[in-house]
Nanobody
Framework: QVQLVESGGGSVQAGGSLRVSCTASEHTYSTNCMGWFRQAPGKERELVAYSGDTLPTYYADSVNGRFNISRDNAKNTVYLQMNSLKPEDTAMYYC???????WGQGTQVTVSS
């Protein structure tokens, strides 16, 4: 079973930057497309961004222009660079395969005003 492990979350002030990473234990067909999701307390989990070998990169409107998703296939790793962070970006961030069949455990991102 493929495992996804996130890292890099933390706390930052508004306007700051963070980069979260997600490494897959192995490459599979499903890991050809990877995404980042987030869930804030009391809210539903939402898609933030995804990147796939045969798909155009996608960003949610709320993060477009501030966040950047990238992949290092040699390392089976996907990154989410988050810039100009806002308090409303505070959430648990999860990586997952685009088909949502495999999920990481999540990493907390907290943005203070």
């Amino acid at each position: 079973q493929v495992q996804l492990v996130e890292s890099g979350g933390g706390s930052v002030q508004a306007g700051g930057s963070l980069r979260v990473s997600c490494t897959a234990s192995e490459h599979t067909y499903s890991t050809n497309c990877m995404g980042w999701f987030r869930q804030a307390p009391g809210k539903e989990r939402e898609l933030v961004a995804y990147s796939g070998d045969t798909l155009p990169t996608y960003y949610a409107d709320s993060v477009n222009g501030r966040f950047n998703i990238s992949r290092d296939n040699a390392k089976n790793t996907v990154y989410l660079q988050m810039n100009s962070l806002k308090p409303e970006d505070t959430a648990m961030y999860y990586c997952a395969t685009c088909d949502r069949s495999i999920w990481g455990q999540g990493t907390q991102v907290t943005v203070s005003s």
